[in-house]
Nanobody, 126 residues
Framework: QVQLVESGGGLVQPGGSLRLSCAAS????????IGWFRQAPGKEREGVSC????????TYAGSVKGRFTISRGNAKNTVYLQMNSLKPEDTAVYYC???????????????????WGQGTQVTVSS
């Protein structure tokens, strides 16, 4: 059974850091492009970052570039999202997703992904 499970969310003050984890079971993450997405109340789901299966290329949304880092821990079939310098506008439910053979132009498009986790809440507030 294919499953993705996110963890690591929580409440953090502005300027703080969190590391989200996305753990896979039932398939090998290394063969998939993995994306992180977020959805705030009343807003559409948006792409935050992704890492390709082919060459490890990473992509970031402009709003998080320089603050977030995506990485693979292949030995543990896990992908991480390190989030630094967090802002209140980063508050959202964060999801990881997996997809095969996604062209670079579509890697932050949620409709390109096949498998999704249940999400983890990130709240940035003082």
């Amino acid at each position: 059974q294919v499953q993705l499970v996110e963890s690591g969310g929580g409440l953090v003050q502005p300027g703080g850091s969190l590391r989200l984890s996305c753990a896979a079971s039932g398939f090998t993450l290394a063969y998939y492009t993995i994306g992180w997405f977020r959805q705030a109340p009343g807003k559409e789901r948006e792409g935050v970052s992704c890492i390709s299966s082919s060459d490890g290329t990473t992509t970031y949304a402009g709003s998080v570039k320089g603050r977030f880092t995506i990485s693979r821990g292949n030995a543990k079939n896990t992908v991480y999202l390190q989030m630094n310098s967090l802002k209140p506008e980063d508050t959202a439910v964060y999801y990881c997703a997996a997809g095969r053979q996604i062209a670079p132009v579509g890697r932050l498009n949620p409709y390109e992904y096949d498998y999704w986790g249940q999400g983890t809440q990130v709240t940035v507030s003082s």
